[in-house]
């Protein structure tokens, strides 16, 4: 071999170990706030409703009309949240309370009596300050609740910003978006266009069938709370929409309790009107809304299917199991259908 003469190797240009590597990378660094980014993905879908007559407002600007519709948004759900927190609060410190009773039939009174401060609009005030009291008392323990409490504001902080970068990117970059990765994606672009549409229909259906009946059965149940003189009634009704996610069953887990407290205290009349419309109204709704919601989401799952997905998630992820355990499931779902087909179609073609 004379001097100077080169060999030259075949190399691809990035081996494949490499681009799995660095997937799988991506995926872990993504996954921390993959909740927020399908949310975000989900309502920038929707909000394109709104988006196109600010576009035509604004003379077709799209950057602009983006950035009018994720204000509209922001200014919307705000105080959206901000009740759903004092709610929360208060709900929680109700808890507190019935759990600090070590008797059935007094847990049971106690949740329709009130009582220790249990009644109206100063429980989440009352329930702040035990909460103050408490860290002033623990010394050392006060500083790493201090520490956990503000890693929860951090967290939720940055998962609301990439909620709200998340809605407005996908208002002006989405197509581009999703052109890339059906470019990319190593899925055929007839199966991508199924799995995306998979997505957006968990999304639907989780807001019209889960959330839907659980609003419907929740106002229900807090105007009977409300009319028959049950304290912290805005409370038990968050409860009751948090345990509509139970079929059938789910909202008797609030509301018999409270009405066995009320026959307990001598109101036997409003005991049998709230059983009457528990069984009538709250339960019945669910029966029938949640069915007829869940069509109208076109949510290809069976009740008990997202059911399970929703626990199975929580006791995987967390809370947010909630949303990303239907989610997966019907993908999942959605992959093993494209596969099936695709499988009988290439046995057709080689026969």
Known sequence: MSHGTSIRVNREPIPPWLVAVLAIGAALVIATFSPWIALAIWLGLYARVIERPIRRWVGGRQQLSSAF????????????????????????????????????QAVLEKLVQGGGGAGGGGSAAEGS???????????????????QLAGVAARAAIGGLILVGGIYGVLVEGPA?????????????????????????????????????GLIQSVVATIAYLAIGVPQALALGLLTLVFSVIPAIGTAIVWVPVAAGLALTGRAGAAIALAVVGIALISTADNIARPWLARRGKLELPTYVVLVAMFGGIELIGGWGLVLGPLIVRLAK????????????????RS
């Open 69 to 104: 519709t994720v204000v509209i948004l922001v200014l919307l759900v705000a105080p959206i949240v901000a009740v759903i927190a004092s709610l929360v609060v208060d709900a929680v410190t109700l808890v507190e309370q019935l759990m600090q009773s070590d008797r059935a």
């Open 129 to 147: 300050t035990r909460i103050v009291d408490l860290l002033m008392s623990q010394g050392n323990r006060a500083w790493q609740v201090v520490q």
């Open 177 to 213: 978006w999703y052109a890339w990765i059906e470019r990319h994606a190593p899925i055929r672009p007839a199966a991508l266009r199924r799995m995306a549409d998979a997505f957006v229909e968990t999304g639907r259906g989780l807001v019209f069938g889960i959330v839907g009946a």
């Open 334 to 349: 959605e992959a093993v259908v494209i596969r099936t087909e695709t499988r009988g179609t290439d046995g057709n073609e």
